[in-house]
């Protein structure tokens, strides 16, 4: 009878009480922010900085890494990505200890650093749906700090294109007795839509410049290679034409922006136009323009938005998800789930073994890998049919025997066999067995695994990893596509011919594919200023993609 169960409702009106001592309000001046995290963290609190993709709580990141450790120290970090310098600062000043992420890019080599000098204890390096829904179990942040485009001065918040993370970061730490401050770039006496609605949002801090984005998805189709034409030529004709994949999600890069290029000039050729690329879970990705003008793709959910774009995706109601005020939303949450449960996702990765598993988590530094497990797994929980999945189920082979029908997702790796100062992509045995020694963790930090891949497709061909009916097979498979790499010069010549016969290692002569006209020529647009062109003048692309 004596148990309190209202230990959070106490905890947040101790700190908001604080607050109000100090002279603050709803509305806090940026000068201020000092006085304002002085009273509502506390020790040991678990925080979630708003850093997604492109969106950043640049300002409140910095102001955190400010703090005097003496006084706020060992707070938990939750955020999917740490992409600023601030996002480690707090580790490298002693004011955070614990950090549970999803994606760290620009910064894993310096995350590495820190963690092999003990300034950062990490929790696990999750998938995006993961770390997201642990937010409403056993990783709810106590004080959130997010960043919006708008606020009116009751606090409503607008997020504009680039809502990404928002509403799952908001939502979680507002409904568990958390405080929620909000960065905004400008205040408004009226909001053009309320995405986050005032009684979820505890301070408003209007920031001296515009929150961060980061153009991630921009994609110079002057920098697209003939290898990389060529190899889209091979998943358009050897994978996306006989599946008729019309739902899918693309990983950022350039082998999936030529496949975007090339779809009005050599799909169409193919006669594909209607019957694959419909319907897509990306951002609004420049290079689909060309498709999207040409009655290519149909319907288009985003994870987050594009610099540039925004005036595109405001004239093109019926291929994004517009609010009544005529802008776009995005939805990280939703547009991983609607990857997840998509009829195929393609992407690339640093390295692969011949088991076929993947990783961008390499010797020295800790990437992460966002959403790419989500995208690129087989997704067993799945129950509605479509002719992709159900083609890829009946192929499938069953190792393990069993007479129950059921579909298959399609999950492709686009690799070129050699990376950046001719690393091969292809080794034999992932840098994520040394990063689980070297840091501590309880599994190797492996991207996609190699029973989730369906196809591999690298510049000397397609692998249907999933058409193996041994683990064997499947090597011998992976090492047929491998190139001139070691793993690639190690296959067993007579095998791979063996599965060559059977269809299950493709080379572009099988597919009629001459690569001889695997050329620039076969892009929509070769570059920025055709984008631009293409979409009559609305995409504005950041100045650093200009070059006219």
């Not at 963690?115 to 204890?121: A, D, N, P, Q, W």
């Not at 979820?200 to 921009?218: G, R």
Request: charged fraction near 25%.
């Amino acid at each position: 009878m004596d148990r309190i169960w209202n230990r959070g409702e106490r905890d947040r009106a101790a700190r908001m009480a604080r607050a109000r001592a100090a002279g603050l309000g709803r509305i806090v001046e940026a000068s201020r922010i000092g006085e304002l995290l002085a009273a509502v963290l506390v020790p040991g609190d678990r925080i979630c900085i708003e850093g997604n993709n492109q969106k950043h709580a640049d300002f409140l990141a910095a102001s955190l890494a400010k703090l005097d450790p003496a006084v706020i120290h060992d707070l938990h970090v939750v955020q999917s990505n740490l992409a600023l310098p601030a996002h480690l600062d707090l580790f490298e000043r002693g004011i955070a200890k614990r950090l549970d992420f999803c994606y760290s890019g620009d910064q894993g080599v310096r995350m590495a650093r820190l963690v092999k000098e003990g300034r950062i204890e990490i929790g696990a390096i999750h998938t995006y749906l993961e770390l997201y829904s642990r937010y409403f179990v056993d990783l709810t942040p106590r004080v959130a700090f997010v960043a919006a485009h708008s606020a009116d001065r009751e606090g409503n918040l607008y997020t504009g294109p680039n809502t990404e993370d928002t509403p799952a970061v908001v939502e979680g730490t507002a409904f568990k007795s958390g405080i929620v401050v909000a960065q905004v770039n400008e205040l408004v006496d009226r909001v053009p839509r309320v995405d986050v609605p005032a009684d979820w949002v505890s301070f408003v801090v209007k920031a001296p410049k515009p929150h961060y984005i980061e153009p991630i998805f921009t994609r110079d189709p002057a920098n697209i290679t003939e290898i990389q034409v060529l190899m889209a030529m091979m998943v358009v004709k050897g994978i996306y034409a006989p599946y008729e994949v019309a739902r899918l999600n693309h990983g950022i890069g350039f082998d999936t922006a030529a496949i975007e290029l090339i779809l009005p000039t050599y799909a169409e050729s193919l006669g594909l136009k209607g019957r694959i690329c419909r319907y897509m879970t990306v951002n609004p990705c420049p290079t689909l323009i060309p498709a999207i003008e040409s009655g290519w793709v149909e319907g288009i959910h985003c994870a987050g938005s594009e610099l540039g774009m925004e005036a595109y995706t405001a004239a093109r109601p019926d291929v994004f998800f517009n609010g009544p005020d005529g802008s776009m939303r995005s939805n990280r949450v939703f547009c991983q789930l609607a990857g997840h449960y998509a009829d195929l996702f393609i992407g690339s990765t640093l390295q692969v073994d011949p088991e076929g598993n993947s990783s961008t988590a390499t010797a020295n530094r800790i990437a992460g890998f966002g959403g790419a497990p989500n995208f690129g797994s087989d997704s067993r929980g799945r129950r509605h049919v479509s002719k992709p999945w159900l083609m890829a189920g009946r192929e499938a082979a069953r190792p393990g025997g069993g007479t129950m029908p059921r579909g298959r997702k399609l999950v492709v790796q686009m690799v070129e066999t050699y990376r950046e100062k001719m690393q091969p992509t292809f080794v034999e045995k992932l840098d994520a067995w040394k990063l689980m020694d070297e840091f501590g963790l309880d599994l190797p930090p492996v991207m996609v695994y190699g029973d989730d891949v369906t196809h591999l497709v690298t510049e000397e061909g397609i692998a249907h990893l999933h058409r193996c009916a041994t683990v064997a097979e499947r090597e011998q498979a992976v090492r047929g596509v491998a190139g001139y790499t070691p793993v690639g010069l190690a296959r067993d010549r007579a095998a791979v011919e063996g599965l060559r016969d059977r269809g299950i290692v493709q080379r572009p002569a099988d597919l009629g594919i001459d690569p001889r006209l695997a050329t620039r020529d076969l892009l929509a647009a070769r570059s920025i200023k055709d984008l631009v062109r293409w979409s009559g003048g609305l995409y504005d692309p950041p100045k650093r993609f200009r070059n006219w």
